[in-house]
T-cell receptor, first 113, second 115 residues
Framework: QKEVEQNSGPLSVPEGAIASLNCTYSDRVSQSFFWYRQYSGKSPELIMSIYSNGDKEDGRFTAQLNKASQYVSLLIRDSQPSDSATYLCAVRPFKAAGNKLTFGGGTRVLVKP | DTGVSQNPRHKITKRGQNVTFRCDPISEHNRLYWYRQTLGQGPEFLTYFQNEAQLEKSRLLSDRFSAERPKGSFSTLEIQRTEQGDSAMYLC?????????????FGEGSRLTVL
């Protein structure tokens, strides 16, 4: 079992719709969770972090965390073509050195005009 | 804040040659990380420095790989006797000291192609 798992996609959504991305993790005691966006040929950039159960909203993005189910999700509302990218779920393991993160394989999102 | 800088951005080499990548982190960041990313995969952790000390190395980092951060500022990643399987994007990231929010700031990466 991979430490962090994501559906590779592509997830195709029409412009203006909600994109829903899911991520599961294996380390039950992980405390910190992140979503990074990576455009093709570019480096990952942080878009959301979440540390406690529930929802966290930032603009059009909402992260959801359920530690009991070891599940993190990202919702993108009013999806735009510029949201087309790969979204990486990252987890900081409990005994991580520094701020070391473990990444999932990413979900590719395609927003169609 | 000029961000994390990596060079060269692209490197094409023949199998068996040695290559070296350089990373200049954000100036006030004590922590520096190297990751490797292949097409369609997420970044895989290679190694981590706190100042000049290399505190963790992944088992992915074979004996052909060595990383240094001699003065706690820039870092180098050297791959000796390159193999075709080493072809990947090598990403450097840095972060602040302390627990913080865990944000890693990534450089644009160094893409290695081994022929």
């Amino acid at each position: 079992q991979k430490e962090v798992e994501q559906n590779s996609g592509p997830l195709s959504v029409p412009e203006g719709a909600i994109a829903s991305l899911n991520c599961t993790y294996s380390d039950r005691v992980s405390q910190s969770f992140f979503w990074y966006r990576q455009y093709s040929g570019k480096s990952p950039e942080l878009i959301m972090s979440i540390y406690s159960n529930g929802d966290k909203e930032d603009g059009r993005f909402t992260a959801q965390l359920n530690k009991a189910s070891q599940y993190v999700s990202l919702l993108i509302r009013d999806s735009q073509p510029s949201d087309s990218a790969t979204y990486l779920c990252a987890v900081r393991p409990f005994k991580a050195a520094g701020n070391k993160l473990t990444f999932g394989g990413g979900t590719r999102v395609l927003v169609k005009p | 804040d000029t961000g994390v800088s990596q060079n060269p951005r692209h490197k094409i080499t023949k199998r068996g040659q040695n290559v070296t990548f350089r990373c200049d982190p954000i100036s006030e960041h004590n922590r520096l990380y190297w990751y490797r990313q292949t097409l369609g995969q997420g970044p895989e952790f290679l190694t981590y420095f706190q100042n000049e000390a290399q505190l963790e190395k992944s088992r992915l980092l074979s004996d052909r790989f060595s990383a240094e951060r001699p003065k706690g500022s820039f870092s180098t990643l050297e791959i000796q006797r390159t193999e075709q399987g080493d072809s990947a994007m090598y990403l450097c990231a840095s972060s602040r000291n302390g627990l913080g929010d865990g944000e890693l700031f990534f450089g644009e990466g160094s893409r290695l192609t081994v022929l």
